[in-house]
């Protein structure tokens, strides 16, 4: 094995968390689409599926370095909400608390000279910053619109992706 039992237990404890925070939301996908703004439940949904992702690149580095995979129990997600704002809030504090996660399994990594694992990490300290200041935008654009102008978030998020898919598009030509 590549990385210490110490590493190894820490970062299945990882997995956990994105596991975690895909289901977190998928359940807040599912709110936003039982209040019938389509562009917040699929936004949450790609958001989700990202997570699912993240948890997976875990898994496969634990096995790649030799470790073993333990999945921990996972805590249930909040599935009602008062507000978009509030779901939103919540996302962004979930966010937060990731970049804290993460950068204590850096901080183990450099403790114990953990190259392998620095360097796999590295990735995740980008998209951490890339997370967080995109939620902090999103919270911003629905605290601007306000629960009575929920249309203009929708709209904003439709724009936004649209965009997003182009230049993936052109990217990929
Ligand atoms: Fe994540
Ligand atoms: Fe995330």
Not at 10 to 17: C, M, R, S, V, W
Not at 57 to 70: L, P, S, T
Not at 71 to 89: D, G, M, R, Y
Not at 113 to 124: A, M, P, R, V
Request: with cysteine; charged share 25%.
């Amino acid at each position: 094995m590549l990385i210490s039992k110490t590493m190894n237990d820490a970062i299945n404890e990882q997995i956990g968390n994105e596991f975690g925070a895909s289901l977190q939301y998928v359940a807040i996908s599912a709110h936003f689409a039982a209040e019938g703004l389509t562009e917040l439940a699929a936004h949450f949904n790609r958001q989700a599926a990202e997570e699912r992702d993240h948890a997976m690149r875990f898994v496969q580095y634990v096995v790649d370095v030799g470790g073993r995979v333990g999945i921990p129990a996972i805590t249930a997600p909040k599935c009602s909400f008062k507000s978009v704002e509030e779901a939103v809030q919540l996302s962004l504090d979930g966010e937060k608390t990731v970049t804290e996660q993460i950068n204590a399994l850096v901080e183990l990594a450099i403790k114990s000279s953990d190259h392998f694992t620095q360097n796999f990490l590295s990735w995740f300290i980008r998209e951490q910053l890339e997370e967080v200041s995109s939620m902090e935008n999103l919270l911003k654009t629905v605290q601007r619109a306000g629960e009575t102008n929920l249309l203009y978030v929708e709209e904003h998020l439709a724009r936004h992706h649209g965009k997003r898919d182009h230049e993936a598009a052109t990217a990929a030509e």
